[in-house]
């Protein structure tokens, strides 16, 4: 069964930090490009960060940029995303995607060719 598991969420105060799991099973994550997207209530989701399926590119939103930093481990078919200096404006559900045949510019941009979703984490920032 192919499957991307989330993990690493939870409540942490202004300014803590978190690192996110995403692990696959069922294939071979170094074969695709790595999302993470985030949903905050009432909010559309965005695309928080991306990396290609070897790591020598990554992309960043620009509201994390400098906080957040994505990395991949494809011998742990595991992708991290390491978070800093939290603010309550990062608290959403967090989700990880596996895409082909894009960049990682146009994957966070725009979702296209995505072919596999996480369930999610969630990531609560609050004193």
């Known amino acids: 069964q192919l499957q991307l598991v989330e993990s690493g969420g939870g409540l942490v105060q202004p300014g803590g930090s978190l690192r996110l799991s995403c692990e696959a099973s069922?294939?071979?994550?170094?074969?695709?490009?790595i999302g993470w997207f985030r949903q905050a209530p009432g909010k559309e989701r965005e695309g928080v960060s991306c990396?290609?399926?070897?790591?020598?590119?990554?992309n960043y939103a620009d509201s994390v940029k400098g906080r957040l930093t994505i990395s991949r481990d494809n011998a742990k078919n595991t992708v991290y995303l390491q978070m800093n200096s939290l603010k309550s404006e990062d608290t959403a559900i967090y989700y990880c995607?596996?895409?082909?045949?894009?960049?990682?510019?146009?994957?966070?941009?725009?979702?296209?060719?995505?072919?596999?979703w996480g369930q999610g984490t969630k990531v609560t920032v609050s004193s």
């Open positions: 990396i290609s399926s070897s790591g020598a590119y990554t």
């Open positions: 995607a596996a895409g082909i045949r894009t960049t990682v510019q146009a994957m966070c941009a725009t979702a296209r060719r995505i072919g596999y």
């Open positions: 069922g294939l071979t994550l170094g074969d695709y490009a």
